[in-house]
């Protein structure tokens, strides 16, 4: 199976809550515009990537994101999601 790849690199160690961990757009790995209630394809360099629902921006470009269980494409929402992109 091909490994996707990660969209968003997050520290998933450090969780604000449960499942819920902070993430920064000067991490991004491909221009990335996301907004609440999109979804990213996240990860780190020692997990295999997850799919995240974003849960809230900042201004200044924190993420806010909610991990979702196992494989990216296991879910319907990675299926018929949109990746906003920067123009």
């Not at 201004?59 to 806010?64: A, T």
């Amino acid at each position: 199976m091909t490994e996707l790849a990660v969209e968003l690199w997050v520290d998933d160690h450090r969780e604000y809550e449960p499942g819920v961990v902070h993430g920064h757009l000067r991490h991004a790995r491909v221009a990335l515009d996301p907004h609440p209630g999109d979804y990213l394809v996240v990860g780190d360099d020692e997990a295999p990537p997850v799919l995240a629902e974003v849960l809230q921006r900042e201004p200044d470009g924190e993420l806010l994101l909610r991990l979702l269980p196992g494989r990216p494409e296991s879910h319907p929402e990675f299926q018929t999601r949109r990746v906003r992109t920067v123009a």
